[in-house]
């Protein structure tokens, strides 16, 4: 710390910690107005109380039935281990786990002002650091018990050392790996971070150096890997397969494969697809398919006979003779699609995905939603910063401007292409643009504050 502490003289101490309680406030803020967890955190949930009870990773109801190993749930265990870790220092406090996760994000929030001080300047920092600390597209995660605040906070940190890199003329290495391996063992989907690192690691390096740049990446990426590769081993000791399955349940069973493959053949949108997949067919309250699901002759009426089927069994899984059923429906749907059909399919859940980011007046993009929020008006100007970033910004701007594109692109492609159309999984995209914001309007208002003094001098010459 002290090092650190060094290299901030007392202005910019000052300018830091406002940035850091303001950050905090709004975020504890919200953590105690705006409390609610989803589906996901009963998953979470059982997987914390097994290691807060000591039966390490399982995703089995806590005190039923025997402790069975388990990959860590729906990502890797590294929250859940937060969790955990907070309720054994806090009496088991739900609320001492909002209020921890939001302490973090300051921190981070703080770092990644004081890494845009080392780079840019003191307004750059100003800004970036008020911008995201009121940021509503991350605040609101405050209250959320889910991983989604925390990786925010670990892509700042990585964002900050991308910064400090620019600055050091070199990828620093070992702290950028700790950083990715953070933001990777709470959401796997981190690892796409590895993109805007790549593109970043190439523009500090000068041509002559491309393969120390290109060898520092590989080495965070290794780092990143070795991680992952030590979990998987452990996997497999405890008798599971080396990478996760997929489509966990929040009780730790699995949704049919044959059933799961049928509904990845049509579903686009957030509110259709949480509709199939998030109900048991049993629910008739929630569970709905639309139309669009039916596309082959007979079909409607073969899923009619499924679910009926299925509603006919005991249990709360979809038997196997139904299961098989929707797997030969998925692979008559998926054989009987052109290149055509799939390229559309593709299309309409990237404008589910991406909508509201490009155009937040965007009907019919499947999320439930008929008007426009706040947030969906600040993540539209977030995206016009960054565009006009790229056109107008200085060398280093336009690169976190391209970054900030490149990681937009790699995360939706990403998900569009697993029919995985929820828009908080674009939520980590916001300090990448709120980052490449501030820093283009520091720089339209250093060359306002430049164009006035220019006519303050020539006013003052003639």
Avoid at 40 to 51: G, P, S
Avoid at 111 to 123: E, H
Avoid at 426 to 438: I, M, N, R, W
Wanted: glycine letters at 6%.
């Amino acid at each position: 710390m002290r090092p650190l502490l060094a290299t901030i003289d007392r202005p910019d101490r000052f300018l830091l910690a406002a940035i850091f309680a303001l950050a905090l406030i709004v975020r504890i803020g919200f953590a105690l107005a705006m409390p609610y967890d989803s589906g996901d955190w009963v998953l979470y949930r059982n997987v914390a109380e097994n290691i807060y009870r000591g039966c390490g990773v399982a995703v089995t109801i806590p005190g039923v039935g025997d402790c069975v190993p388990h990959f860590g749930g729906n990502q890797l265990p590294l929250f859940p281990a937060f969790a955990a870790a907070v309720w054994h220092m806090s009496r088991h406090s739900n609320v001492a786990i909002l209020l921890t996760q939001s302490l973090l994000s300051a921190v981070s929030i703080a770092y990644l002002a004081y890494a845009v001080r080392r780079t840019f300047t003191r307004p750059a920092a100003l800004l970036a650091g008020v911008l995201l600390a009121c940021s509503p597209v991350g605040a609101i995660c405050a209250g959320n018990l889910e991983t989604e605040l925390l990786t925010l906070a670990a892509t700042n940190w990585v964002l900050a050392e991308l910064l400090l890199s620019i600055e050091a003329d070199r990828l620093r290495t070992l702290p950028l790996a700790v950083a990715l391996t953070v933001a990777v063992w709470l959401r796997m989907d981190s690892v796409l971070l590895l993109a805007p690192v790549a593109l970043v690691a190439c523009a500090v390096a000068a041509p002559p150096r491309l393969r120390r740049a290109i060898t520092s990446w590989s080495v965070v990426t290794a780092i990143v890997a070795a991680s992952c590769l030590a979990w998987s081993v452990r996997n497999v000791a405890v008798g599971l397969p080396a990478l996760p399955r997929p489509w966990v349940k929040t009780d730790g069973t699995y949704w049919a494969r044959g059933y799961t493959d049928w509904v990845t053949t049509w579903v686009v949108g957030q509110q259709e697809r949480g509709d199939a997949l998030y109900y048991d067919p049993r629910d008739t309250r929630h569970f709905r398919l639309p139309d669009t699901a039916y596309a082959l002759l007979g079909e409607r009426n073969e899923v009619a006979r499924l679910i009926t089927l299925t509603r006919a069994t005991s249990g709360t899984a979809i038997p196997p003779a139904a299961d098989a059923g929707f797997a030969r429906l998925a692979h008559a749907r998926e054989t009987a699609l052109t290149s055509v059909d799939r390229l559309r399919r593709f299309a309409a859940r990237t404008r589910a995905l991406s909508a509201r980011w490009f155009w937040p007046f965007a009907q019919g993009v499947g999320d439930g939603r008929d008007r426009v929020s706040v947030t969906d008006l600040y993540r539209f100007a977030l995206t016009i910063a960054v565009l006009l970033a790229a056109a107008i910004g200085t060398r280093r701007t336009r690169l976190f401007a391209a970054a900030s594109m490149l990681y937009a692109v790699a995360r939706v492609i990403f998900f569009a292409a697993g029919a995985n159309t929820e828009l908080r999984y674009l939520v980590e995209l916001s300090p990448f643009f709120e980052l490449t914001a501030a820093l283009i309007a520091a720089e339209l208002l250093a060359r306002l504050a430049l164009s006035r003094s220019n006519l303050a001098r020539r006013a003052a010459t003639t």
